[in-house]
């Protein structure tokens, strides 16, 4: 469970994340959409511990995220972040590997090396294993640190807008491996701005607005008028009983 409570973040004088509460539950799916430069990042570098919000706390399963040890807390979170830092040189294999590190002593156990066989199977990056990250597609860099991520067994993900560079069946494989994770109980956090598949797989949205919490609860909260309000654009809302879609319109009549 992740317990934010009255978050005030800024990097230099302006807060960019103002009084933001919410609660996420064990094996809750949440989305956070928002426009850019709404504070989404910053609300999933605050929740893994990478920067220190000015006040407020964080609470990750009753436990303030500042009381935990890198490696304490690496046992529990894994992040994905939004842009990866120039990928080394190193196998498929063994960068996904490296996810099991918080768990490996002095060297990795055959579990270990199952544990990463696995995650790449599900994935169906397997026959991608022998070859060096630094000569893979952008989409196939990003599916990469997905395994890396779940390699390490997290109770908790945070994904960055993990399918950002991922074709539509790329797109449906990882959210739909999402999904079935937090059946399982783990739970999950991610930015994503293609509401629509927000919509179809998370269990709850949670919107971002200027670094404050606009809507957050399930899909109820999608209607025109809160994407109208979020985005600043014009938009219909197409209800086919199973799936829920956004069609943004256009701009307002004063902007185009
Ligand atoms: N390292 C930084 N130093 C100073 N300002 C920053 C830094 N990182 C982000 N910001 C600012 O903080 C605000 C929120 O940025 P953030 O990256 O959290 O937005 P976001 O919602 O993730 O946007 P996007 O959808 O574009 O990824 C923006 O105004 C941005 O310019
Ligand atoms: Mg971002």
Known sequence: MIDIRNIVFSYNVQPVLQD?????????FVALAGPNGSGKSTLIKCVNGIL?????????DGQPVAHYSPNAMARIIAYVPQSQRRQ????????VL???KPFISWKPATSDLDITADI??????GHLSMKRTNELSGG???????ARALAQEPKILLLDE???NLDIRHQLEVLELLKTLSQKGITILIAIHDINMAIRYASRIMMLKDGRIFAY?????????????LYGIRADIIDQGEYLYIVPRGLPANKT
């Open 162 to 164: 993990p399918t950002a």
């Open 140 to 146: 196939q860099q990003q599916t990469v640190m997905i």
């Open 98 to 100: 490296m996810g099991r």
């Open 120 to 125: 790449l199977r599900r994935l169906n990056i």
């Open 217 to 229: 609860g399930d899909k109820s909260v999608v209607t025109t008028e809160n994407i109208e309000n």
């Open 52 to 60: 220190k919000p000015q006040s407020g706390t964080i609470s990750v």
């Open 20 to 28: 933001v509460c919410c609660r996420i539950d064990t094996g809750d």
């Open 88 to 95: 080394q040189a190193t196998t498929v294999f063994d960068t």
